[in-house]
Structure formats: C-alpha cells, structure tokens
RNA sequence: UCCCCGAUAGCUCAAUCGGUAGAGCGAGCGGCUGUUAACCGCUAGGUCCUAGGUUCGAGCCCUAGUCGGGGAGCCA
C-alpha cells in the first residue's frame, strides 16, 4: 500500500478505505482504558489527521507509552467518519508502528506555541511547528508562481554566476572568496598577491546577478535569474539578510513603462497564484499573526499600483502637513518614514516611484534628459517598503562611460558591460525582487529571519 | 555601524527599597473523559548570560564583554 499524505485524508479521504499514514505526533490525548486520540502531522498541511487507536490492538500500552509529542509514526487504519466535533473524518487504527520517540524531557517543542525568536535557535525543528510548515509550503508555492510567471511569458531562465570577480558591481559590501592562507597571511607583512589566489585575481559573492543577466537579454530575449545573493553589509533589522534569494528579469527592448509594467503584473500575479493555492495557510497568518493580510493581498490583486515620479513623491510628503523625524527633502533618498507614509497612509497601495535623482542611483541606470534624474524605479508596498527596485539600463557607450566617472568608477573595470553597448546596444530594462521581502509580504510574518530556511545575518550562520 | 531595550525553571515571564528564588504553561505520576490548546490533583525542576567591581549582604547597583529583540542607515 502506497501513503497516503495528511491533506489527502483530509481533503478527499473515503470513509470505509484503509490507508497508510506516516508522520509526527503533535499531541497524545490517552484514555487510560479504552484508546487513545493521536494527532498526526506531515507537513503537507496545516491540519493534522486524527488517529483513534483502539486498545485492543496488539501491543498498545506499549506502544501508547513511548509516543509523546515529536515521536514519528506509521498507522495503517481504516477512514471514517469521526463521532467528534472539529474534523470531518479520522483514521482508526489497525496497527500502529513507533518510528521514533522524542523524549518529552528533551525535546523542545511543546504542545503550547514558542517564540520566533526561540524558535531560530532551534531552526533544525521549526518545521515541524504550523508557522514554519506554512511558511516553507507558501515559499514553495511562490517560488513555483515565479517560475510560471516567466515560463508563460516566454523568458529564458538563465544562471548567472555565484562566484565573481567583477568587485565593483556597487550594490554593496561583498563577501571575499578565497583559498589563500589568511592565517599566515595576517603573519606576513608583505602586500597582498592575489595572483596566487584560486582565481588568481580578487573574488567573491554575487551581489546581483543583473550585470551578467544584460549580456544574454541582449542576445536570446527576455530572460530572468533566480538564485542566492550575498550582501556583506552589518545590517541588523527585520528586512535584511547576509544570504537571500533574488528574482532578476533582464527584457531587450523594454522601456521603463514596460518594466513598470511587467513589475505590476508579475507581483499581482505571483500574490494571487498564492492565495488560490495556499489559502488555508494564509488563513492561518490571518487569524494569527496580521489580521489585515488577506485584505491587504486582495487589494494588492485588485487594484493597480500607483505610479508617480520622486519629485510628486516629495512634493506630497512636503505638503502632507505630516511631521516626519527626518525632513523630506528633493534630493536625498527618501526615508523609511517616507515610503511608510506613502504607501500606508496617503495611498494605502503599492506604489512604484520612478525617476529618482541621479546621484542617489546606480551609474548604470538610464539618465532623463532634465540632466538630474535617471530611469530608476522602486516598487514599495505596505508593511514591507520597497520590494521591487529596478530601471531603464543606460544602453548609450559615451554616456554610460561618463556616468561611471561620475560615479567613481573605472571604465576598464567593466570592460565587458561596454561592449554591449559598444556592439548592438539596445534599449533594455530589469528588475530585482527580494523573495523573503516577497515571503513576508505574503505571509505578514515580521521578520524576514523566518522567512528563509536558515538565515544568515551578522553574528549568525548556524545550521 | 549608531540609538533604545532585554538575558531568571524546558518555554513565556514576575520578584516592591539591595535582605530566604516565584507563577502560568510544559514535563512526570495519579484521576477523569469521543477527546481535540481537554480537564482536576500531586511532584520534580534554578551556575539568576559571562568576567570583574561596590556592599555586612547583589537577580537587582557600577564597568567591560557576549548574545538576542526593536528602530535607523545600507538595500532586495
């Protein structure tokens, strides 16, 4: 007999046929005399199965005995309709095999909820706790979402490199890749060789993977990157990871209403594949952990984005009688204070902000013809801020050339970038969009350290 | 990196003015029960984050550090 899973039974279990469960026991409740009520969870939803075992079967003092909560198990039993309130169907027990005990005075998950912040340190069991089962199963289904996304609409997944040398992307700290010995290098006076290094140059993380996705959206069309991206910055706050997981678009002959386009559509899209496929669990974030996230996420489905430019942005902020701790000023980044404020109060939307001063952006974003500001454009959403940040590539060779002096940068560094300018340069646009941002976005869940299976962040690298 | 807060039982927290270490939950045992965050009774369980210091006496005050949380910056 082949298993049967626990959303199975659930959902379309036939009274009368016999199936084979596996998984972990989340509570016991024991009638000394006459069976036992077992709840049995294997992750493939939210709800467990409950177990009625009879004491007639073979063995079951014994067996009742070493099951507490955590102890794996396999019952083959019958399907039935349940006498009890709370479920429509059980399975009874014709054997029930232990497959593992979790000893209750060890183990560390209880029967009551735990912390997040308990919970991180035990990130080996989390999993196994409703939150964390849900969490995995809505990445799952987003990450699945962004896939269809781009499949239907013809891009080409393409891998960029996790390893670079291009050490001057200037989106970042970068953490160093490295097989020279930095023990007895901190020993030794002499300069630093790289030429002895592995790659015989300086090497590290990916800081983005855009660069490198320019060069085959200027050759095979549309096509996007999904992969991990190391930022080495200390940054310490609920929206920020060391490791996390980036969703890169790179499309030829796109525009940035075109970009801004795609960034709408594909953040309307993803958000609702998720509510149709995971609406049990997003119930769950709902009554638990923010009470407006499904009304927030119908409304992100429901409605387009709003769309102004930085300067109408600071412009509202300057005449919103609102008093900000930082003041709103045309020229300076706009705070977090800012885009709250926007997208929770003035709008209560997402909004996508474009043309943002040139020197606050990127040298390789397109520049307007006012002189001042560039084709850039962020996607802010509530609770979480900016999700989305993109632009129009800057696609002309003398141009591009110099914006990078302006921006410090050494020309030769990107030799390669300016050949795509310098043969058959296109007009072409991209995007970046955070996935655990994506995953805290879908979920309410407030920081982004549990949205990602094991997060890294300074001064934390277990498991 | 900066600002603020915290660290006490397995978990979440309390401990008045510096004076004998507490509760709820969990766990164990017993009782009861088609139960479902079950319920009732009893029991066990502590290097008060670390290292110094002040004091007759420190969980509490001081200094340094470690780790955690929230906010800011950097950004996705």
Not at 33 to 49: P, R, T
Not at 158 to 180: K, M, N, R
Not at 227 to 236: D, L, M, W, Y
Request: hydrophobic fraction near 35%; proline fraction near 4%; glycine fraction near 8%.
């Amino acid at each position: 007999m082949s298993l049967t899973r626990v959303a199975q039974i659930l959902k379309a279990g036939q009274p009368g046929t016999t199936v084979d469960v596996r998984g972990w026991v989340r509570t016991k409740r024991e009638s000394k005399q006459d069976f036992a009520f077992l709840e049995i969870n294997d992750g493939s939803c939210m709800k467990n199965v409950q177990i009625v075992v009879d004491a007639k079967i073979p063995d079951y003092a014994s067996l009742i005995k070493q099951i507490s909560t955590g102890a794996s198990v396999a019952v083959v039993g019958e399907i039935k309709e349940s006498l009890g309130k709370g479920q429509r169907v059980e399975v009874h027990a014709q054997s029930l095999k232990v497959l593992g005990t979790a000893d209750p005075l060890t183990y560390p998950l209880q029967k009551k909820g735990h912390s997040f912040e308990f919970l991180r340190e035990k990130a080996h069991l989390r999993p196994r706790t409703n939150t964390f089962g849900a969490i995995a199963r809505i990445r799952n289904a987003l990450c699945s979402a962004i896939h269809n996304f781009f499949q239907a609409r013809g891009f080409l997944y393409v891998q960029t490199p996790i390893i670079t040398t291009s050490d001057c992307e200037g989106a970042g700290q970068v953490f160093q890749v490295t097989t020279l010995d930095l023990a007895k290098l901190q020993q030794s006076k002499g300069p630093l060789d790289y030429s002895h290094d592995f790659f015989g140059k300086k090497a590290g993380l990916t800081v983005s993977g855009q660069l490198e996705g320019e060069i085959f959206a200027t050759a095979v069309g549309d096509v996007y990157t999904f992969g991990p991206t190391f930022r080495a910055e200390n940054s310490n706050t609920t929206r920020h990871l060391a490791e996390f997981w980036m969703v890169e678009p790179e499309m030829p002959f796109y525009e940035l209403e075109d970009n801004m386009d795609l960034a709408e559509s594909f953040v309307r899209t993803i958000v609702k594949d998720v509510l149709n496929r995971c609406s049990e669990d997003l119930e769950f974030f709902n009554e638990r952990i923010e009470p407006t996230l499904l009304a927030s996420l119908q409304n992100i489905v429901e409605h387009d984005f709003i769309r102004l430019t930085y300067t109408d942005a600071v412009k509202i902020l300057e005449t919103s009688g609102h008093k900000f701790e930082y003041p709103v000023a045309w020229g300076h980044d706009l705070q977090s204070e800012h885009e709250r404020f926007l997208t929770e109060q003035h709008f209560k939307q997402p909004v996508i902000l474009t043309d943002y001063p040139r020197a606050i952006k990127s040298f390789y974003m397109r520049c307007n013809e006012d002189g001042k500001t560039v084709r850039a454009m962020d996607v802010l959403v509530p609770r979480i801020g900016e999700i989305i940040g993109g632009s129009q590539r800057e696609e002309r060779h003398d141009v591009l050339i110099d914006r990078m002096k302006e921006c410090g940068l050494v020309p030769e560094d990107y030799w390669w970038y300016l050949e795509l300018r310098q043969y058959g340069t296109v007009p072409h646009s991209g995007f970046g969009l955070g996935l655990e941002r994506t995953v805290q976005l879908v979920t309410g869940m407030t920081n982004i350290r549990d949205c990602i299976p094991f997060p890294r962040t300074p001064k934390s690298a277990d498991f």
